[in-house]
Structures are given as C-alpha cells and as structure tokens.
C-alpha cells in the first residue's frame, strides 16, 4: 500500500463530513419545551442577584445555556402578552388588548408553524386567553386546560376539549405529572413542541403546604421608592388604597383597608412571602422535566425556554399588580437551554434588550422553521451562539391601554433604551396628556425614584425620546395609535369574578 495513501483516504473521508455535516445540521429539529409561569418578576430566579428565593432547577438552565438578563414584556397584562409570545406581535396588532379576548383563530402562531412543519404539538396548563373558553385551541395536537384563572389546588381540567374532571393536587404538581405523560407516549418519531402554562406566582397566593413557611424568618418592608413620590403625577398616590395599592387589600392579605400605619407593613410581608413559595414548586417542576429528559436521552436535543408573561410591582413606587411601564413590571426571567446554542459548559449572558415579541421568530429559526409571515420581533438566535448582531435594537415600545375594569392605570406609551426610559399617559382623546410624563435614568437611578421630566438640561433627551415613541409607534404600525379614554383612578374594587 503506498505509504500516502492512508492519509489521502482520511482527507477524503473529512472533506466528505465537511460537505454532509451543515446539511445534518439543518436537517436536525430540536424538541421544544416552553415553560411559560405567570407574573413572575425578573429578580425571582436566582441568577438574578436580587432574588431572595433560590431556584436552582432555573438556575441550571442558565449556567446550562443562555441568561437574559434584560428581557422584556412589550404589555405587562396576562393575555396581551401571552398573545405577543405566540404571534410575535404587539398587542395592537394581535388584538387580543385584554384579558377577555381570544386569540384571533386565523392569525398565525409559531406552535402552528411547528405543526405544520411535522412536529407533535402540546399545551397543558393555564392558557388564559378567552377565559370561560377551555376548548381545543388551533396548533396543538393535544390540549389540556381550563375555564379562568384555575385553581392552586384540585383544578378542573378539560382534556382535549372533551371530559372536564377535577384533578386533585396542588397545580404545578398536577400539570408537570400531565406533561410527563405526554412526554412519554410514543411520537412516531416526530420532533416535539410542548407548552408547560404555569398558574404560579400568580395571585391569590397559595404556596404548596411544605413551603408556607419557607420565608417566615425573611423581614419584608415596603420598598423604599413607595415613600418617593413627590416627583411623580397624582395618579400614583391616588392609587395607593386601591386594589393595586399598597395600603389597599393586598389580594385579600388585608381584612381591614385602608391601613396606612406601619403595621400594616405585617400583610405585605405575608403576601410577599407566600408569592415567594409558589414559585419554589415551580422550580421543583423544572427539576422533574429536566430530569425526564436526561433519562431519556432527550435534554440535548430539547430547546428549553423559562419565561413568564409579564412582571409584577411588588410594593415599588406604592403599587400592586403590573400594567405600568416601571421596571419591575416589564422586566421577565428568560432562560433558555439548547447545546445548539452554546455547550452545557459554555454558558452565555445576553445583555442585549430581547422582547416577548422576539419568541416566535427566535424559536422557528432555531428549529429550521420558516418565520411567521409577519411579527414585530426579531431572531435571538445569533446573540444565544455569541455572534455579534450590530442591529439588535437600542430601544423598545412599551404599550398599555387603560382597562375600565381595573381603574388604577392610566394609558402607558412608553420607550425605553439601555439608559433611559420615558412614559407618557395620553388621556385618550388626542388632546394634551393630562397626567405628568416620567423620565427615568436608568443608570444612575435604577430603582426610578427620581422623575427628571421636569429637569431643563434634560429637555433635548426628553424630545430626543419623544421622538423615537413616535418612530416606534409608526414602526409597529400603531398609528392611528387607538386607546380607551381614561377616565381616572378609581377606589372600587374590580367585580369578584375577575380579580
Ligand atoms: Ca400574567
């Protein structure tokens, strides 16, 4: 044998794999696994420093994969969001502006896209679109949900649009054993797409029994910025014994309000805490599914996403609930696990500002997937490998539209930038705003204390971002840009069927 020969056949053989390699990585689908929780903020998950809680199942997927450290929702409201995440579209454009709307049957969504594209396709748990509608939605192959927000124990659950049966348990448990079961039945060796739709941390608080006491020994006060609103528009105080108030009922931790002494700060800390321990059960679910799918040899080829619909205030600036463009309220936990990515040894942080509204398009191009023929976000595929990608956004729209149901928010247009972030609350009638602007410094003040609209060297800043709203609102095609009229902060409490 000639003495080169051997060499020769091993640079063929490796310039073979080099040609047949890219086409075995584009034909290859990952699974998908979407664990989607509700109102959970950005610092409850313990890659964030701030969090007091400690959520290593959460964790790992981060120091597994990749940490979003600045992710966003473009609504900070249940079904507006979760619209956003399925179609990649701002609420203007979905439609779906409240949490009494259905998601329009014909717009398409990227669970729809997978299917199509051959992958078997599940949701199991809250879907909280049209909420007294438990039907089989378009996209899925196998649907399990309910009628309103559910339970956090013994649940009655509609299987598939068909039997409607309690499933006694606590949520959390209940969905993640339903989603192992459906993992676990054969797929014709079809790639997978499931969504896990957690009922946690959502309110009322109801931690499973092993965690009530998980922070009784944690002391709670109420964050220093409830206390700094001399800066800010009457909006804010008048809000302050309402239903999204801080001395208002704290979603029933209060029997008595309102209850401005001192004390009271007692109901805060017990809501707080409870929030906390539900969010601990959730942890315990990713260490289930993560786990499945180590044992069954699926975890490397699984996407899996972590991520809720939408922040919550937490006692910041005196408010309760989400809805304003504040940073407790936009900001949401993203991680995401996919050695497609980045190896389990490689980490990654993306620092970058990424949206509710980039789901639909980063997921379809890291499964191979055609996009969607429209959406207002974009691809984070390149910054998840560590690629540079110099035209990721600098900026975002914020948008909320004043709900009559629920009258503690005006009108919300905001943008928000690396550094800035200026709200304005149009009163509905394209006349003059009616309630003070806020700007914010996101740098020096991360906590947004300080209101500086009033602040005359900053008055080139404030036009500057005037400016890119508009840029903004034109760019996602939301003009004539619709809202509600405000018609103010009221002291009612929202009908008991919707709170
Ligand atoms: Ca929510």
Redo the contacts with the bound molecule.
């Keep these: 044998m000639s003495p080169y020969r051997t060499p020769l056949l091993l640079l063929l053989a490796l310039l073979g794999w080099l040609l047949v390699a890219p086409s075995l990585g584009a034909a290859r689908r990952p699974n998908v696994l979407f664990v989607l929780t509700?109102?959970q903020r950005w610092d409850c998950i313990s890659l964030n420093p701030r969090s007091i809680i400690a959520t290593p199942h959460l964790d790992r997927l981060g120091r597994e994969g990749v940490y979003f450290p600045n992710h966003f929702c473009t609504t900070s409201l249940?079904s507006p969001?979760r619209a956003s995440i399925l179609s990649g579209l701002y609420a203007h454009a979905h439609g779906v502006s409240n949490n009494f709307t259905e998601y329009p049957n014909d717009l398409p969504t990227w669970p729809r896209a997978l299917q199509a594209a051959g992958y078997a396709t599940a949701y199991i748990g809250k879907y909280h679109m049209g909420e007294e509608n438990d039907d089989v939605r378009g996209g899925f192959d196998y649907f399990v949900t309910h009628r309103g927000q559910g339970k956090y124990f013994d649940t009655e659950f509609r299987f598939h649009g068909k039997e409607r049966r309690v499933v006694p348990g606590y949520y959390t448990t209940v969905v993640t054993d339903m989603a192992l079961q459906w993992l676990k039945e054969p797929k014709g060796g079809k790639p997978w797409a499931l969504i896990v739709g957690h009922k946690a941390p959502?309110s009322f608080y109801y931690p499973e029994p092993k965690y009530v006491h998980a922070f009784d020994h944690v002391n709670i006060p109420y964050p220093a910025s409830a206390f700094h609103l001399d800066d800010n528009d009457r909006w804010y105080r008048e809000r302050l014994e309402t239903w999204h108030g801080i001395y208002g009922p704290l979603f029933d931790y209060r029997k008595k309000w309102p209850d401005r002494s001192p004390e009271a700060v007692k109901d805060f800390a017990a809501m707080t805490r409870a929030y906390w321990g539900t969010i601990l059960s959730v942890d315990d679910s990713m260490g289930r599914l993560y786990e499945y799918l180590k044992q069954s040899g699926e975890l490397d080829d699984t996407l899996i996403v972590f991520t809720s619909?939408?922040g919550l205030l937490n006692g910041e600036h005196g408010m309760i609930d989400k809805r304003t463009a504040h940073e407790p309220s936009i900001r949401v936990p993203l991680v995401v696990r996919y050695p497609g990515l980045t190896p389990a040894d490689r980490p990654r942080v993306v620092s970058q500002m990424t949206l509710t509204v980039d789901f639909a398009p980063s997921i379809l191009d890291i499964c191979g997937v055609p996009p969607l023929p429209k959406t207002h976000g974009r691809s984070w595929k390149r910054l998840a490998m560590g690629r540079p990608d110099p035209q990721w956004r600098t900026s975002f729209l914020y948008h909320y539209n004043y709900e009559k149901q629920f009258p503690y928010t005006p009108n919300v247009r905001a943008v928000r930038t690396e550094r800035w972030k200026y709200i304005r609350y149009p009163h509905g009638d394209g006349g003059p705003d009616r309630h003070k602007a806020d700007l914010f410094d996101l740098a020096t003040d991360p906590d947004e204390v300080h209101n500086r609209i009033d602040d005359p060297k900053l008055a080139g800043k404030v036009a500057e971002l005037e400016a890119e709203l508009q840029r903004l609102l034109k760019e996602t095609g939301a003009e004539p840009d619709r809202m509600p009229i405000d018609e103010g902060i009221e002291q009612k409490l929202p009908d008991a069927k919707i709170r």
Aim: with cysteine; hydrophobic share 0%.
């Design positions: 509700d109102d249940c969001s959502h619909d939408n």
